[in-house]
């Protein structure tokens, strides 16, 4: 290094000055500049944290309707499914007790003549000529040529059971 001439001190003093104010003035400058840069980071990291939290909120909202709406849809499938296992088991019930009914027909004082009623009606369907003959179930069978009646008991019931079908339906639909 070189060494300054005396009283050179002094006059560089202003110079010293002007630098050490120039480096204060670029040192506040630059700590404006960051403080800006940073308010304005943080500006925007709290709106893109804010958007974030608005999509997930959203995304939860439409997640939990989703499952909501899923799980509704589940319960309304089992519902339904009880219903239809309750109105088959009522249903099978009926049948099973429609064709009791029927076969408790054979003791009934009135069934020869239901049977001869029997008769009469598959002679006026087959002709005079049909052979009519007692079912062991009950009622008769009947045939003439290729032509087949069952007026069994139990075919009877069953004939019965599809003509008020409608009716049993209107009680499913009664609810």
Same mark, same amino acid.
């Given at each position: 290094?070189?060494?300054?001439?005396?009283?050179?001190?002094?006059?560089?003093?202003?110079?010293?000055? +002007?630098?050490?104010?120039?480096?204060? *003035? !670029?040192?506040? &400058?630059?700590? @404006?500049?960051?403080?800006? /840069?940073?308010? #304005?980071?943080?500006?925007?990291?709290?709106?893109?944290?804010?958007?974030?939290?608005?999509?997930?909120?959203?995304?939860?909202?439409?997640?939990?309707?989703?499952?909501?709406?899923?799980?509704?849809?589940?319960?309304?499938?089992?519902?339904?499914?009880?219903?239809? +296992?309750?109105?088959?088991?009522?249903? *099978? !019930?009926?049948? &099973?007790?429609? @064709?009791?009914?029927?076969? /408790?027909?054979? #003791?009934?004082?009135?069934?020869?003549?239901?049977?001869?009623?029997?008769?009469?009606?598959?002679?006026?369907?087959?002709?005079?000529?049909?052979?009519?003959?007692?079912?062991?179930?009950?009622?008769?069978?009947?045939?003439?040529?290729?032509?087949?009646?069952?007026?069994?008991?139990?075919?009877?019931?069953?004939?019965?059971?599809?003509?008020?079908?409608?009716?049993?339906?209107?009680?499913?639909?009664?609810?």
């Amino acid at each position: 290094m070189s060494r300054l001439p005396s009283g050179s001190e002094a006059s560089l003093e202003p110079v010293r000055y +002007a630098l050490r104010r120039r480096a204060d *003035t !670029e040192a506040s &400058r630059l700590a @404006q500049d960051a403080r800006s /840069e940073s308010e #304005s980071i943080l500006s925007t990291a709290r709106a893109e944290a804010e958007e974030i939290r608005k999509t997930a909120e959203r995304q939860g909202a439409e997640a939990a309707h989703t499952e909501a709406a899923g799980r509704s849809a589940r319960i309304r499938r089992q519902a339904r499914r009880t219903v239809l +296992a309750q109105q088959e088991s009522l249903r *099978t !019930e009926l049948i &099973r007790h429609v @064709q009791q009914q029927a076969q /408790e027909l054979r #003791s009934d004082p009135r069934y020869p003549r239901m049977l001869r009623i029997l008769t009469e009606r598959a002679d006026s369907i087959l002709g005079p000529m049909a052979s009519v003959t007692e079912s062991y179930k009950g009622g008769v069978t009947a045939a003439a040529g290729s032509r087949h009646l069952d007026f069994s008991l139990p075919a009877l019931a069953e004939q019965a059971l599809e003509n008020h079908a409608g009716e049993v339906h209107r009680l499913w639909d009664a609810e």
